[in-house]
Nanobody, 126 residues
Framework: QGRLVESGGGSVQAGGRLRLACAAS????????MAWFRQAPGEEREGVAC???????LYTDDVRGRFTISQDNLENIVYLEMDSLRDEDTAMYYC????????????????????WGQGTQVTVSS
């Protein structure tokens, strides 16, 4: 059974930066799409950034220009570099994988992400 394990969350001042990592292990077919989602208290889970096997990326408008998703295919790790963090970035961040090419920004595609990590908390304070 494949697993995704996130790390790198924590507390940071507004304007600061964090780097999240998602390590894939176990029996998992090479995913085509890797993505980061986040969920704030009382809010729905939303797609933040996704990266496809060909290296193309998508970002939600809120984070474009501040967050960067990247992948290390040799180590099976996906990163999310977060700069210029804002209070509203506070959320639990989840890594997810899909076997096909699916946009993480489309709610209807969420069921296509068959593997999820347990999440890592990011807290941004002013």
């Amino acid at each position: 059974q494949g697993r995704l394990v996130e790390s790198g969350g924590g507390s940071v001042q507004a304007g600061g930066r964090l780097r999240l990592a998602c390590a894939a292990s176990g029996h998992m077919s090479a995913p085509y799409t890797m993505a980061w989602f986040r969920q704030a208290p009382g809010e729905e889970r939303e797609g933040v950034a996704c990266i496809f096997r060909d290296g193309n990326t998508l970002y939600t408008d809120d984070v474009r220009g501040r967050f960067t998703i990247s992948q290390d295919n040799l180590e099976n790790i996906v990163y999310l570099e977060m700069d210029s963090l804002r209070d509203e970035d506070t959320a639990m961040y989840y890594c997810a994988a899909a076997s096909g090419q699916w946009s993480c920004l489309v709610a209807q595609a969420r069921p296509k992400f068959g593997f999820w990590g347990q999440g890592t908390q990011v807290t941004v304070s002013s």
